[in-house]
């Protein structure tokens, strides 16, 4: 069974930073586009982050310039590299292919709070 493992979540002060990191078992996973999204307490999941096959990404407005997505195809790993972060930013984040999407994974919590 394909999956996604998620990691790197953690608490956080305003202002700091984290690394996130998913690595799949699907095949052929250079092909894929794939996304990191967040889910906050009552609220929906959000896309947060994409990119493509080949590099270009695409990013939430409210993340731009402070987080960067990135994919290091020979790990099948992903990578979610989150500064400045603000209380806001607090959720449980997720990663998945975002035009064949797979199971949800655990996801890993993300928690900015002084």
């Known amino acids: 069974q394909v999956q996604v493992v998620e990691s790197g979540g953690g608490l956080v002060q305003p202002g700091g930073s984290l690394r996130l990191s998913c690595i799949s078992s699907r095949s052929r996973f250079s092909i894929y586009p794939i996304a990191w999204y967040r889910q906050a307490p009552g609220k929906q999941r959000e896309l947060v982050a994409t990119i493509f096959s080949g590099g270009p990404t695409e990013y939430l407005d409210s993340v731009k310039g402070r987080f960067t997505i990135s994919r290091d195809d020979a790990m099948n790993t992903v990578y979610l590299d989150m500064n400045s972060l603000k209380p806001e930013d607090t959720a449980v984040y997720y990663c998945?292919?975002?035009?064949?999407?797979?199971?949800w994974g655990q996801g890993t919590q993300v928690t900015v709070s002084t």
């Open positions: 998945n292919f975002r035009a064949s999407p797979i199971a």
